[in-house]
C-alpha cells in the first residue's frame, strides 16, 4: 500500500504543470515528511518490492523529498524544520550543495533574505553558496532575471482568471496564482536584500598566540555590525612584514563551528604578522590586524635548552621489567608453581562451584579478615553470581587491619594485572618466611589469580582509593572497571544495580553496617568516582592548586570531587603552549622580591598572558575558598610547565612554604567547599598515569 502510495505521489508530480507549489502545500509537504514519508524502506516486505531497481527508486524519491522539504522550510523561514532535517539527513541524502531548477541553493535563499540563523545551521552542517554566482553582476542578473519571469507569470495567471468562466479549471489556475505572487515576492525581497548588503566589517578580537615551536594560532569573533549579509567565510594571511609585503600564505576558513585557525610549518625565532577579514556575497570586507601585532614562534624549554621530565621513561621502565623477568626466567623461585598445577586446577574447580552453585553459601557474610571484591559495572547493571552476589574471595581470614602500605603495594600491582602469575612465581619462595608483609602480599596475589580464574578475565579495573572497613574487622579492597563492550565472563549475569541493593537481606544493623552492606549502600558513589576519575581535560593551559596534608602513615593531596585525577584547577586559555617570551616574563616575576610586579607593556603577548593569570587565580582562590588578599602569599612554581601528552599544560600555584603540607593536628584556617576530598598521594599519582 505504502509503495502505491509512493508510485501514485511520483505520478501525480510527473503529470503536475511546471512551476512553484502553493505555499500551504509545501507546509504540508515537508511537515509530513517525517511522519508519512520518513521510513526506513529496508524495513518493507521485501516481497512488496519488484527486485533492487524499484527499492533504489524508492529510496531516491525519499531523498527528493527531503531536498524539496529542505528548500521549502528554508523559504518559508521555518527554522525548527531546517534543523530537524539538517539532523534526519546527510548533506549528502539532502543534496545540500546542489542547486535547484532556479539555479539556487538553500544557503542563496537564507543569505540573500538575511536570515542569519538558518544561514548558521546550513554553513555549520556543510552548506555552500551557489558556484553560479561568479561575480556581484551574475547574482544581480540571476536574480532580475528570476523577479522578471515570476511577474510575468503572475500578470498571465491573473489575465487567464479574470477572463475564464469559473469552473475547475479556473480554480486549480488560481492556485497556481496565489503560488507565484507568493515566489514573486520571494524573489523580490532576495533581490532587495541583495541590493541593500555591503561587504561585511572586519572580525572583532583577532588573537594571536604561540601554539608550538613551528606553529601560531589565531582566534576571532564575527564583525559585530548586524546590518550587513550574513558573513560566509573568512581569510587568514600570514606574512614577515607589518606591511603584508609580500605576502607569505592565506588560508580560507568556511567551516565556522569554530573561528580559530592554526599555521604550521613556520620557522622558529621569526615574527609573523597576522590579519583576517570577513566575506559574504557584496565580497571580503576589510581585514583586521591580529593582537598582539605579530608572534614568534617558540616553546617554554627554548628558555633554557631543558629536555622533556619523561622523555624515554616509559621506554626504560618497560626494558627495565624485561630485564628482570629475563633473569627470573631460570630462577629456582619457579621450581614449587610446577609441583602445584595439580592442587591448584583442585581449589580453583571447587571455588568455582562453591561460588556459583545455586545452593552455595559463599560469602553471604563475612568473618573478620581481609577480602577482595571486583565490581564489574554497564550502564545502570552490576555483575553478580548467581546467587545475586558482588563477586568476593578471601585474602586473609587473620588479617584485621590492613597497613596502608600493604594497600598501596596491591594499588600498584594494579597496573599489572597481566603479570599476577609471574609476580606469585617470584614471591613464592618466600612463603615459608616469617615476613608478615611478604606472607600478605602474596596472599593477595593468590586472591587476584582467583577472582581472575573465577570471572575469565585478567583486567579486575581500578582499585578504590580506600578500602571498605567495618567495625567486626572485615575489610574490603575494592576494584572498580565499566565494561563498554559485550565482553563475555564466566558463570555470571547482569543485575539492575537498584535491584541489588533493595534485595539483599542485611546481617547487621543500620547502627553497625557490615563491609558488604556499606559497600552496597554506597555503590552508586563509588561508580561515580570511577567514572568521574576516567575523564580527560580538554586540551589547553591550566592552573593548578598543590595542597598536601599528612597523616601518620601518608600523605594526601587535595583534588576535585568532580575530577579526582587532576589537582584543583582552572583553565587559563585553549592554547596548552607556552612561548619562550611568556616563560621569560615568568622567571622574571619569580625573581623580583615585590608578589605582584609591574604589569608588562600593553599589547604584547606577554600583557594578555598577564592578564589571563590574574583571571585564572582570582578564579582558584574563590575555588578553594581562600580570601583573595592571601594570594600575594602564594608563588607560581617557575621550575617546569608540567606537561601532560601535549595538549594539556599546568603551571602550578603554591601556597606559602609552611603551608603547602599541613601536618597533622595543624589547623588550616581556609577549608575548601564542598565538593573536594583528599587522595592518598601514590593513589593520585596511578590515577593521572591512567
Known sequence: KMTQQMRD?????????????????AKRLYRNLSGKFRVNYTSFDEGSLAGRGEKEKLRKSYLFQSNAALFEAVELQDLDRVQELLKQYSPEELDLNTP???????????IMTNNAPIARALLQAGGKESPHFVSLESRSLHLSTLVREAEQRVNELTAQVVNEAPNTDCSEKEKQLKAWEWRYRLYKRMKAGFEHARVPDAPTNVHLSVASSSSVQVTFWEPLSVNSAVVTKYKVEWSCSPTFSPRLGEAVIDKLKNLHFTIRGLVS???YYVQVSAYNMKGWGPPQASVPAFAIPSNWREYDGRAPRRRGQAEALDHLLGQVKTVHQ?????????????????SVSKSLKHLFHPGSKFLKTLKRGLYLTAIFYKDDNILVTHEDQIPVVEIDDTYSCLLMQDFLWFTKVSCMWDEILWLRQCVTVSQSSCSCILQTRFKMLLAIS?????????????VFFEPVKDKQGNILIVTLKEVKTNQTFESVRWVPICKLQTSRKSVSSPEEPTALDTLLISIQDKLA?????????????YLGYLKLCSAVDQIRVLV????????CHVKIRSNPNISREEWEWLQKMASVEEPIPAEPEAETSQNHFFQELQVAIKELMTLVNIPLQEAKDFRLYSQEVLDFGGQVSFLLLLP?????????????PYTPRSGFLTLPLQIFELGEER
Not at 9 to 25: H, I, M, T, Y
Not at 450 to 462: A, K, P, W
Request: proline share 13%.
Open 100 to 110: 535547484n531548477s532556479e539555479g539556487l541553493l538553500p544557503l542563496d535563499i537564507a
Open 450 to 462: 582467583q577472582m581472575q580464574g573465577l570471572l575469565g578475565i585478567q583486567d579486575l579495573g581500578q
Open 9 to 25: 505521489l511520483q505520478l501525480a508530480q510527473a503529470r503536475k504543470p511546471p512551476g512553484p507549489s502553493s505555499p500551504n502545500a
Open 330 to 346: 631460570h630462577c629456582v623461585c619457579h621450581e614449587p608453581c610446577k609441583n602445584q598445577p595439580q592442587s591448584r586446577k583442585h
Open 269 to 271: 625565532g621569526t615574527a
Open 529 to 541: 568516582y570511577h567514572q568521574r576519575s576516567s575523564h580527560a581535560l580538554s586540551p589547553g593551559l
Open 656 to 668: 606559602p612554604s609552611d603551608d603547602v603540607c599541613t601536618a597533622p593536628g595543624q589547623n588550616n
Open 560 to 567: 576535585p570531587e568532580r575530577l579526582p585525577n587532576i589537582l
